[in-house]
């Protein structure tokens, strides 16, 4: 079984900075791309940011340059730095890998459990 924990959510002040981190284990041989995902009450959930194994990434329009996504192959971990916070990036942040579990195998998609980011005003 592969398992995604995530820390670093919490409450903070607009302008703020948190760094959320995501960590997998279990049974893993690959990992392609990581990323995170964000869902504020109401609405669906939205990708934030994405990168791949060899450390290309994407980000939503709505981070691009507050938010810096970036991962440690080594630890089978994902970061996000996220600066100059926003009130309306509040919500709750999901961590998402691509896992191929053994040689033979497919992928499959894997997801946290959810951590709350709260940005005050």
């Known amino acids: 079984q592969v398992q995604l924990v995530e820390s670093g959510g919490g409450l903070v002040q607009a302008g703020g900075s948190l760094r959320l981190s995501c960590a997998a284990s279990g049974t893993i041989f690959r990992i392609n791309a990581m990323g995170w995902y964000r869902q504020a009450p109401g609405k669906q959930r939205d990708l934030v940011a994405v990168i791949t194994s060899d450390g290309s990434s994407n980000y939503a329009d709505s981070v691009k340059s507050r938010f810096t996504i970036s991962r440690d192959n080594a630890k089978n971990t994902v970061y996000l730095q996220m600066n100059s916070l926003k009130p309306e990036d509040t919500a709750v942040y999901y961590c998402?890998?691509?896992?191929?579990?053994?040689?033979?195998?497919?992928?499959?998609?894997?997801w946290g459990q959810g951590t709350q980011v709260t940005v005050s005003s």
């Open positions: 998402h890998a691509y896992i191929r579990q053994r040689t033979w195998s497919s992928g499959d998609d894997y």
